[in-house]
């Protein structure tokens, strides 16, 4: 046969197969990044972590909508599922633990203050109130303190006791526990004794509950961190108790 005619041989079938093996090296590539789950977002988080002064590594624990902000909100007002860490395992943020925290120390402070007002206004009406910036302080050292240092205390009791717990993951779902104080603050003003103790109580319950049957996916079998559930649980239930004491007395 003469040479020539090889150069005019169709070569469709030969192009045909580039995108079959393009496509398949996609395949495998894109399987070794994206990951799934847990391990998938621990990756990424490794990979964005540019330093502990570096803003950069903190975005992602921001990068959240409304949307999700407020139906993790509504989530932790109903803490039988116990399935928080599933909905937030692709994507936990600390924008609720700030912002909730916040607001609830703002919202202690004015509505503690206002209590008093009702108190004063009822019992003696001859002398002046004035306001109590005391309040701010004990909110802010009382609510800020407890969300930031309990979950690192329970993070690495939990590492110490073989759990592969996420110091991230407890930020964010501590965090949200307290977003149920923040209506009851409105409630609390009230001015009946025995009522402020049933809706504190009730809120207390309610955000242990949470707290404590989200914390059962890393318990397992060990009695030890059954312990540490109970002891999440009376914690919440404590401080509940201080929030209803110290500003509503």
């Not at 169709?10 to 990951?35: D, I, K, M, Q, W």
């Not at 789950?37 to 950069?56: A, C």
């Not at 809120?203 to 707290?211: D, N, P, R, Y």
Request: proline share 3%.
């Amino acid at each position: 046969m003469d040479e020539s005619s090889y150069w005019n041989l169709p070569t469709s079938h030969l192009l045909g197969t580039v995108p079959a093996v393009v496509n398949e090296e996609s395949e495998a590539s894109y399987g070794r990044r994206g990951g799934g789950g847990r391990e998938g977002f621990e990756q990424q988080s490794q990979n964005n972590w540019k330093g502990v002064f570096s803003i950069s590594s903190y975005t992602q624990y921001f990068d959240v909508d409304t949307d999700v902000v407020v139906n993790r909100i509504i989530s932790s007002f109903y803490p039988a599922g116990g399935d928080f860490f599933n909905k937030i395992d692709a994507n936990p943020d600390l924008y609720g633990l700030i912002w909730i925290t916040t607001t609830l120390v703002f919202m202690l402070a004015a509505f503690g203050n206002c209590a008093t007002y009702l108190i004063q206004k009822r019992t003696d009406r001859t002398t002046s109130w004035s306001f109590d910036v005391g309040y701010v302080n004990a909110a802010a050292c009382g609510i800020y303190g407890y969300s930031l240092v309990v979950p690192v205390a329970f993070y690495f009791l939990f590492r110490y006791l073989g759990s592969n717990a996420s110091l991230i993951r407890f930020w964010c779902m501590w965090g949200y526990s307290l977003s149920i104080f923040i209506p009851t603050a409105f409630l609390l003003l009230i001015p009946v004794e025995i009522l402020q103790w049933i809706i504190i109580l009730i809120a207390g319950t309610a955000s242990s509950c949470f707290v404590t049957l989200n914390l059962t996916s890393y318990i397992g079998g060990s009695n030890d961190l059954r312990m540490m559930m109970i002891a999440a649980f009376l914690l919440q239930v404590a401080l509940a108790i201080f929030i209803k004491v110290w500003f509503f007395p």
